[in-house]
C-alpha cells in the first residue's frame, strides 16, 4: 500500500474552507487580532499584520468582510440621503448636492468608509438600514424628511438650518446673515419695495426670510412675500411675471436660490424692465451658472464643499459614540452686476 502523503500542517476541514479560528491558530494570536491584520484599518504591530497576512495567503483564506461586519456591527458604510426629488430642471449634478457630496465622499474616503447614495425614495432600503450612520442633505418642508429618517433609528447628521426645539446634528451656512446681507445691499442701492421669493416652509428658506426681513424693518421697510414652493427657475419666471401683470410695486428681488433668481431676472427683460436699474435681483448659493449668467447674478455664497467634509466628521463622530454639536459655516453676499 502506498505511503500517504500527509501534510505537517494543521488538518483543515476542506481545501479552502480554512476558518479565522483556522488562521489564529496557526498565527498563534487571537480571532479579533486575524480580523484586524486583515483589515485596511485595524491596529495591530506591522510584524503580526505581516505574519497573519503570509499565513493567509499561503493557505487562501480571505476575510469574510460582510461577516465580520454584520459581528462588529459595523458597515464601513455612510447612508447618504438626498431629500430633494431629481428632475430634469433641477438635476443631481447641480451645485447643490455636488458639492456636499465631494466633500463627504473626500472625508470618508481617508476614514477607509464608503458612500452609499439614495434619495428620499430609496432610503428605506435594507442597504441604508445596515449602515453605521446616515447624513440627510435637506429637511424637507416643515422638517418632514427628517422626521421620516428618525425611524431608521441611525446616528444621523443633517444640512439644513438648526431650529430652536431641535434635538438633531445639523451642519449648514448662516441662512440668517445670508438674508440680512441681501436685505443690506438693497438698502444701501436705495431699493424701498423689496420682494422675497421662496418657500419658507423649509427651515433654511425660512431662516433667509427672517434674516432679510428683520433687517429691512431696522429701515421701515417691509417686504413682499411670495411663499413660492419649487426651486427651479421656470418657477422663478412664473412668480414674478404673476407679480408683473398684477401690477405688482416692487424694486428689488431676493430669490432664495440662483436658480429662482435667474428665472426672475429673465421674466424681467421679457416685459421690458432693466435689470439692475429698475429692479435689483440677489440669488442664493453663488453657483456657476449664476456667475456665468447674462447679466452676471449677485448671490448668497455657502460653502457647500467645507460643509460636506464636516457632516461626514460629524457622522463618523456620532458612530463612535462621541459628543457631537451642530455646526454654522459663514456666509457672504457676493455683489455682480444684477
Not at 502506498?2 to 488562521?23: F, H, V
Not at 424692465?273 to 455657502?302: C, K, M, N, W
Not at 459628543?323 to 457676493?334: A, D, M, N, Q
Request: some cysteine; charged content about 20%; hydrophobic content about 45%.
Amino acid at each position: 500500500m502506498a505511503k500517504s502523503n500527509r501534510s505537517s500542517r494543521p488538518a483543515i476541514a476542506a481545501e479552502n474552507a480554512m476558518t479565522m479560528a483556522d488562521l489564529a491558530k496557526l498565527a498563534g494570536v487571537s480571532k479579533i487580532t486575524v480580523s484586524r491584520a486583515l483589515s485596511e484599518n485595524g491596529i495591530v504591530s506591522a510584524q503580526t499584520r505581516d505574519k497573519v497576512r503570509a499565513l493567509a495567503a499561503e493557505h487562501g483564506y480571505k476575510l469574510n468582510v460582510s461577516a465580520r461586519n454584520l459581528r462588529l456591527r459595523q458597515s464601513h458604510t455612510i447612508a447618504v440621503i438626498v431629500e430633494m426629488t431629481p428632475s430634469v430642471n433641477r438635476p443631481m449634478s447641480d451645485p447643490y448636492p455636488l458639492e456636499l457630496l465631494g466633500g463627504i465622499a473626500q472625508e470618508l474616503a481617508t476614514a477607509n468608509y464608503s458612500v452609499l447614495l439614495t434619495t428620499r425614495q430609496g432610503a428605506l432600503a435594507p442597504a441604508v438600514q445596515a449602515a453605521d450612520a446616515v447624513i440627510l442633505l435637506g429637511q424637507g418642508a416643515k422638517q418632514q424628511a427628517v422626521h421620516l429618517f428618525d425611524r431608521l433609528r441611525l446616528p444621523m447628521v443633517v444640512w439644513g438650518a438648526p431650529g430652536a426645539d431641535d434635538a438633531h446634528v445639523v451642519v449648514g451656512s448662516d441662512n440668517r446673515l445670508g438674508g440680512a446681507n441681501a436685505a443690506e445691499r438693497f438698502v444701501s442701492l436705495g431699493r424701498h419695495h423689496p420682494v422675497f421669493l421662496g418657500d419658507t416652509d423649509h427651515a433654511e428658506m425660512a431662516e433667509r426670510h427672517t434674516g432679510f426681513v428683520r433687517h429691512l424693518k431696522k429701515h421701515g421697510i417691509a417686504p413682499l412675500v411670495v411663499n413660492h414652493k419649487a426651486f427651479t427657475a421656470e418657477s422663478g419666471f412664473e412668480a414674478v411675471h404673476a407679480l408683473l401683470r398684477k401690477k405688482a410695486r416692487f424694486d428689488a428681488v431676493f430669490a432664495c436660490n440662483d436658480l429662482l433668481a435667474m428665472g426672475a431676472v429673465r421674466a424681467l427683460i421679457e416685459n421690458g424692465q432693466r435689470v439692475p436699474e429698475d429692479v435689483s435681483v440677489i440669488g442664493y448659493d453663488d453657483t456657476p451658472l449664476g456667475a456665468a449668467f447674462i447679466p452676471a447674478l449677485s448671490s448668497v455664497h455657502q460653502n457647500w464643499h467645507e460643509g460636506g467634509v464636516l457632516l461626514a466628521r460629524k457622522a463618523l463622530a456620532l458612530f463612535r459614540g462621541e459628543s457631537v454639536s451642530s455646526e454654522i459655516l459663514p456666509s457672504r453676499l457676493v455683489v455682480r452686476a444684477t
